[in-house]
């Protein structure tokens, strides 16, 4: 075959690299297993080796992730067996047993035998990706070879797979390493092997001439990711473990510190022999710091060239420092003329007024805090730096993400322009919350000081992306583009300069930006701010892809220019006005009367004695201004207390005034503002529950009931995993969550959150949408890969006893390319439900799984004529036919009637799970289970208390309930006859 001459050549062109290098680690002895027949492993790669293979979160096909992710939902597992007759090895993914089936020929079914189903690790034809969960109609069988380091193995595509174009082939790694691939050599992806394709020394294609089939076929640069573990669950920490501390020590064997015949070579290979010795003896830690160590003093020495340019003033330390490369690997030694070193540095730079070398990882060089690795996704605080969110410092990657800041954040080397080094640091995010970079410098002399970096603000093809990313030392900013640029009387705190920048279109060139920041008690805080407010750069509307307020950043210097007495009374100055202006807003009297003007005869105490006051003015003003706020909405629910009639206006009446009478004569201090303003909340409560009258609208008793209140959102339109919705309780598999970190804990990690739901183009009965909110702007839903228990509940208390009417818009019913998602989606309130389906679409036993408080059933989805005696417990909503042209992505009323008793109390919302209503089993396809959902309403409907709905009454399900005569689709529309498919009649599921 021609694939096994191309695969020999391709083999001992990889051997004479590998012999030709002259600084290739060695590879360790990893805690592997051997292969063995009806054992189960997970798969790991040589050249990722903290990676494992796992599905994707969007369409299940194969990926290779952290260990963090193959431990949580996505990670596969495969189970290796032999086939002695072909001598060759394939790999089961998973097994279904599926029942016998009984023949039913009145609704077209056929008997079946009980019977196993497989699926298997192999590609599919015509494509290049390996894939899991796939049923060949053939088992893809592979040779299996011994790899290149003890213990791994190549997987080569065998003889009889159904991809016969990669037989031959082994299976490895696309060029991100992200993938497992096995194109094959003559098609575009198989130059994508991690390491790309061997190049002649004209740069043009390494290429192996197939004689038989006249063809040529690329040749592969690196063949480590041809190389797979198989490893059992119980070794993933220590294989872990080990791959990470030997990915260091090989990217250091193949960096560019240090090259053959250079004067650091000698030191070089004496810190490789060492690690590689260490990491042999199971030492890990001991080796990567003996790999950081001389790292560390490399770039030293390089920063040490640099700094004294065509000077010889530190040729003395330089000398003792490469001396020391060359001779010492021993981690304390090398630490040691390290700091020598740097501290010869930073008295040269002292000297010269520089004292960048004063602030820590100054060019984001160091990557310690992401584990030596350039990051794409979220990371912690780069090393040496601290990061607020919305005023809250955060360090970790779990902690940046808890604070909303979920799609970049971290260190790569996607940058250009005023950088220095490979590297720098930025954030990019949907929407940009209030953020700060930041690191203190002490023991400073009082006096300017200039602050430097490259920054960048760049639009894109949707416009600008500017908001109010500036650079900032004490209380001095340079915002990035010129003062006409943003609204007046922004961050009274600081005194603001402007870089007089244009926005370019870019997301890579950083552009130098520099403040004059004044220094008034020895210390000089100083980095990058910036938020997603685009009002203050006086834009009209945000970027429609998101991305408000991001910036990249690198190459931060700072320069003492000495002490400035007009730097120093601008600063005071600035300071005191801003004071005058907080003082004369409204907040508590008595405090008011102690801000009074500070002296000036010593300017930096004052400066410092104005920040201190500041602090507490802008706190009192701030619980003021919020106080006001619900003042103003407190009266707006007066006026439609008043429109509606309730009994309760005149108490709300005065319980406001008396709030505004208190505000206006600077009563309340700030402490006490939290308490004044529940009790307005209480006072407008009593109000509304005095209009709860038999046939009142009473929606306004349920707290949030359209998602317009976005107080806990920490991004109003999101994509992701947000805050649970404010006045919303949220359980998953039957646990309360709240936060975002609390909702991925319990698997749900695509989309879990409040946006505006999807811009559409959909004309039903002569009617055009073009979104789906159908109340306010928002909707909240769901959507995961897989659907556990969901329920969204909220308790109502006071209420009259009597029958309700609860509705709210779902959708549910989705036939896109992620399947058929219905499940069990239903409103509820206390026992009574209304499901999204029809009757015909359930049975009894697909709620065993599901609160013990569905006792009562409706339907509801695109039935007509279908009606049933609210007082039997159930109540089936009409609607009419269902025009299946709008893909099912409309919102959709649910409607059912439910009893309050004595207690006045009523718990309503929304359930769903992935189980299926007709077989009660767990749905496969992704997403089964989803939903968007708005609008809840409430009507009073009448002051009986139906006895068998009441709380606290049981009664079982009745089966046999009345459906719709007729023929009708899937989508609910109605038919003569049935015809070939799946339909739906007389209320009955029938297969034709």
Aim: glycine residues 10%; negative net charge.
């Amino acid at each position: 075959m021609k694939n096994n001459f191309i695969m020999k050549c391709m083999a001992c062109l990889v051997m004479l690299l590998l012999a030709g290098s002259m600084h290739a680690a060695t590879y360790p002895k990893y805690p592997v297993q051997s292969l063995t027949d009806g054992q189960t492993y997970v798969l790991a790669n040589l050249a990722r080796p903290t990676g494992y293979m796992c599905r994707t979160d969007w369409d299940n096909a194969l990926r290779i992730q952290d260990k963090n992710t193959f431990l949580g939902q996505y990670g596969v597992k495969i189970t290796a067996h032999y086939d002695a007759e072909k001598a060759l090895w394939y790999f089961t993914t998973s097994q279904e047993e599926h029942a016998a089936v009984e023949a039913d020929p009145e609704n077209g079914i056929e008997a079946k035998d009980a019977y196993t189903s497989y699926k298997y690790l192999g590609i599919p034809a015509g494509t290049n990706n390996i894939r899991a969960e796939q049923d060949f109609g053939q088992i893809p069988y592979f040779e299996v070879t011994p790899g290149d380091a003890e213990g791994f193995y190549r997987l080569k595509i065998a003889e009889g797979h159904q991809h016969t174009a990669s037989i031959g082939v082994c299976m490895h790694l696309n060029a991100g390493g992200e993938y497992p691939i096995a194109g094959e050599p003559t098609n575009g992806w198989y130059p994508d092997f991690y390491g790309g394709v061997e190049l002649e020394e004209d740069g043009s294609e390494k290429v192996i001439y197939d004689e038989e089939n006249e063809l040529y076929y690329r040749v592969m640069a690196d063949s480590t990711s041809c190389n797979w573990a198989f490893v059992l669950v119980d070794d993933i920490d220590r294989y872990n473990d080990m791959g990470a501390a030997w990915k260091e020590v090989a990217d250091f064997a193949k960096s560019s510190y240090c090259t053959d015949g250079s004067d650091y070579e000698a030191g070089f290979l004496l810190t490789l022999a060492e690690a590689e010795k260490l990491l042999a003896d199971g030492d890990l830690e001991a080796a990567r710091a003996t790999i950081a160590a001389k790292k560390a003093l490399y770039m030293q020495l390089e920063a040490a060239y640099n700094l004294q340019e065509e000077t010889n003033t530190l040729d003395g330390a330089i000398e003792a420092a490469v001396e020391a490369f060359n001779e010492k690997a021993v981690v304390a030694d090398v630490e040691a003329a390290c700091e020598v070193l740097k501290k010869a540095c930073r008295d040269y730079e002292m000297g010269l007024g520089y004292i960048t070398s004063m602030g820590a990882n100054m060019s984001f060089e160091d990557l310690s805090s992401q584990g030596g690795n350039a990051t794409s996704g979220v990371a912690g605080a780069p090393t040496g730096w601290n990061v607020y969110v919305n005023g809250k410092q955060v360090v970790t990657a779990d902690e940046v993400r808890a604070a909303g800041i979920t799609a970049w954040h971290g260190i790569n080397a996607d940058c250009a322009g005023y950088k220095d080094g490979n590297n720098g640091f930025g954030l990019w995010n949907s929407v940009v919350p209030e953020y700060e970079l930041s690191q203190t410098i002490s023991g400073l002399e009082n006096g300017t000081y200039t602050i430097s970096c490259g920054l960048m603000v760049g639009a894109n093809g949707a416009g600008s992306r500017r908001t109010t990313q500036r650079v900032f030392g004490n209380q001095n900013s340079t915002l990035f583009a010129s003062a006409y640029d943003y609204a007046e009387d922004i961050f009274q705190r600081e005194y603001k300069t402007y870089a007089e920048l244009d926005e370019p279109v870019t997301d890579t060139e950083l552009m130098q930006v520099s403040v004059r920041a004044y220094v008034y008690d020895g210390t000089l805080t100083f980095g990058v701010r910036t938020n997603g407010d685009v009002a203050a750069a006086l834009r009209e509307g945000n970027n429609g892809a998101g991305g408000d307020g991001w910036f990249k950043v690198d190459h931060f210097t700072i320069y003492k220019e000495g002490f400035d007495a007009n730097d120093q009374k601008d600063l005071f100055d600035y300071l005191s006005t801003s004071l005058e202006k907080v003082a004369a807003k409204p907040m508590n009297a008595e405090f008011a009367e102690t801000l009074t003007a500070v002296d000036d005869s010593d300017m930096d105490k004052g400066i410092a004695q104005i920040l201190s006051i500041l602090d507490e003015a802008e706190a009192e003003a701030a619980a003021y201004a919020d106080l006001k706020k619900a003042i103003d909405e407190a009266y707006e629910r007066l006026e439609i207390c008043e429109e509606n009639g309730y009994k309760g206006v005149t108490a709300f009446e005065n319980a406001i005034n008396d709030v505004n009478d208190n505000y206006s004569n600077g009563v309340y201090k700030a402490t006490e503002i939290s308490s004044i303003k529940s009790l307005l909340d209480e006072a407008y409560q009593t109000c509304l529950h005095s209009g709860v009258e038999e046939g009142a609208d009473v929606s306004d008793l349920i707290v949030n009931r359209s998602f317009e209140d976005l107080r806990n959102q920490i991004d109003p339109n999101s994509g992701g995993i947000d805050n649970v919705p404010y006045g919303w309780t949220l359980k998953i598999n039957g646990v309360e969550v709240s936060t975002p970190d609390e909702i991925r804990a319990q698997g749900v990690n695509a989309w879990c959150a409040v946006n505006q739901g999807d811009n559409i183009n959909v004309e039903e009965n002569g009617v055009v949408y073009n979104h789906q909110y159908t109340d306010g702007t928002h909707v909240w839903g769901i959507w995961n890969a897989s659907i556990p228990q969901i329920e969204l509940s909220q308790k109502l208390t006071g209420l009259d006893p009597g029958t309700y009417v609860l509705t709210a818009d779902v959708m549910a019913r989705n036939t896109d390319w992620s399947g058929h998602n219905l499940t069990t989606q239903r409103i509820f309130a206390q026992d009574v439900i209304c499901l999204y389906g029809m009757e015909s679409d359930y049975i009894p036993e697909c709620f065993e799984g599901t609160s013990s408080d569905d006792i009562y059933k409706a339907y509801s989805l695109y039935t007509e004529g279908l009606s049933l005696d609210p007082d039997e417990g159930y109540e089936f909503y009409n609607m009419a036919d269902h025009d299946a042209s709008v893909n099912d992505i409309l919102l959709r009323t649910l409607e059912l009637h439910f009893g309050v008793d004595e207690s006045g109390e009523a718990t309503i919302g929304f359930r769903t799970d992935n189980l299926d209503g007709w077989t009660g089993e767990a749905r496969t396809e992704q997403a089964a289970g989803w939903f968007k959902l708005d609008n809840f309403t409430l009507y009073f409907e009448s002051s009986k208390v139906p006895e068998n709905i009441a709380v606290g009454i049981k009664a079982p399900v009745i089966a046999g309930q009345r459906a719709a005569k007729g023929v009708f689709d899937l989508s609910g529309r109605k038919y003569d006859k049935a015809q070939k498919g799946v339909f739906i009649v007389n209320g009955k599921k029938v297969v034709k």
